[in-house]
């Protein structure tokens, strides 16, 4: 059973500091990972992707991704009260057939305050 | 607007009726996914497919739900003879190609509610 778990949160970070998500896999034929942000009511936004170990930058975005702990997480840095969403980590495998559909966790409700 | 496209936004059917969903990829994009989110829950993956081929439905509950994806016009989910159950929000993503290292982009989503 492939898994993705996130922590639903709330979190809550003061604006201008850095908000930090989390996720763990299960499935360690996963090859890429995924984070969306979703606004209440409306559909997820991709904000960045990660397949390789280490650290990527995008902006005030950064992922990291540690295959051996099976972990993932987002970085954001100088949160703004927009950044407020539910984010939602997911990872994809490639199996036999080919690439499987996206394994999403629940999302943690992130909540910046003014 | 190159984005995916998903119509209707908002469908309303009373129990037994059908629901048809339809999305468009993105331009240059071949590759279409459907995921369902119920009130409450994470998205979870129903369907992909290319133009013709159903690759993976191992998300696809086994009665009433089909997808199709044909040579011309948009991908196709269909809920036969929908329950209350069936309420949720059903989104479809693209990419350009089906290896696991291409960003899926999501349409709007379609918000069906079964009375």
């Known amino acids: 059973q492939k898994e993705v778990e996130q922590n639903s949160g709330p979190l809550s970070v003061p604006e201008g500091a850095i908000a930090s998500l989390n996720c763990t896999y299960s499935?360690?034929?996963?090859?890429?990972f995924f984070w969306y942000r979703q606004y209440s009511g409306k559909s997820p936004e991709l904000i960045m992707f990660?397949?390789?170990?280490g650290d990527k930058e995008d902006g005030r975005f950064t992922a990291q991704l540690n295959k051996a702990s099976q972990y993932v997480s987002l970085l954001i840095r100088d949160s703004q009260p927009s950044d407020s969403a539910t984010y939602l980590c997911?990872?994809?495998?490639?199996?036999?057939?080919?690439?499987?559909?996206?394994?999403f966790g629940k999302g943690t409700h992130l909540i910046i305050q003014p | 607007n190159a984005g995916v496209m998903q119509n209707p936004r908002h469908l309303v059917r009373r129990r037994g009726q059908e629901a048809r969903l339809r999305c468009s990829p993105m331009?240059?994009?071949?590759?279409v996914y459907w995921y369902r989110q119920l009130p409450e829950e994470g998205l979870k993956f129903m369907v992909y497919?290319?133009?013709?081929?159903?690759?993976?439905e191992s998300g696809m509950p086994k009665e009433r739900f089909s997808a199709e994806f044909p040579k011309e016009g948009p991908s196709i989910l269909r809920i036969q003879q929908v329950v209350r159950g069936d309420s949720a929000a059903y989104f479809c993503?693209?990419?350009?190609?089906?290896?696991?290292?291409?960003?899926?982009?999501f349409g709007p989503g379609t918000r069906l509610t079964v009375l």
């Open positions: 993503a693209s990419s350009r190609q089906g290896n696991p290292y291409n960003e899926q982009f």
């Open positions: 499935d360690r034929g996963s090859q890429s």
């Open positions: 990660i397949y390789s170990n």
């Open positions: 997911a990872g994809r495998a490639h199996s036999g057939g080919g690439a499987d559909g996206l394994t």
């Open positions: 331009k240059g994009h071949s590759h």
């Open positions: 497919l290319q133009k013709e081929n159903i690759i993976d």
